[in-house]
């Protein structure tokens, strides 16, 4: 079983940052990918951001490239979303997710943390 916790959401204004963690606990953590989403009331889930546990690849939705970066720190079993120059528009519920990235597509498994929120005021 893994656990996914992310941590490091708040309220801020915009044009500032936040930077998210979403930390791994669990039988041993060796996934293929791991992602960033978000939700915001009344629309559906987004993916923001993807990284593969080994290598360098990683993905970005269009909303969100060039302000947010994903990285992660193997050793600590940890995935970071830096978010830079934030915008009302980024207010949702962000969640990290374990999965596999193939092709330039994503299969979410069965993995989800609980979320944190993050708030960007005008």
């Known amino acids: 079983q893994v656990q996914l916790v992310e941590s490091g959401g708040g309220l801020v204004q915009a044009g500032e940052s936040l930077r998210l963690s979403c930390a791994a606990s669990g039988r041993s953590f060796s996934p293929d990918a791991v992602s960033w989403f978000r939700q915001a009331p009344g629309k559906e889930r987004e993916r923001v951001a993807t990284?593969?546990?080994?290598?360098?690849?990683?993905y970005y939705a269009a909303s969100v490239k060039g302000r947010f970066t994903i990285s992660r720190d193997n050793a600590k079993n940890t995935v970071y979303l830096q978010m830079n120059s934030l915008k009302p528009e980024d207010t949702a519920v962000y969640y990290c997710?374990?999965?596999?990235?193939?092709?330039?597509?994503?299969?979410?498994?069965?993995?989800w943390g609980q979320g944190t929120q993050v708030t960007v005021s005008s």
């Open positions: 990284i593969r546990w080994s290598g360098t690849t990683t």
């Open positions: 997710n374990t999965g596999t990235y193939r092709d330039g597509s994503y299969y979410s498994n069965t993995y």
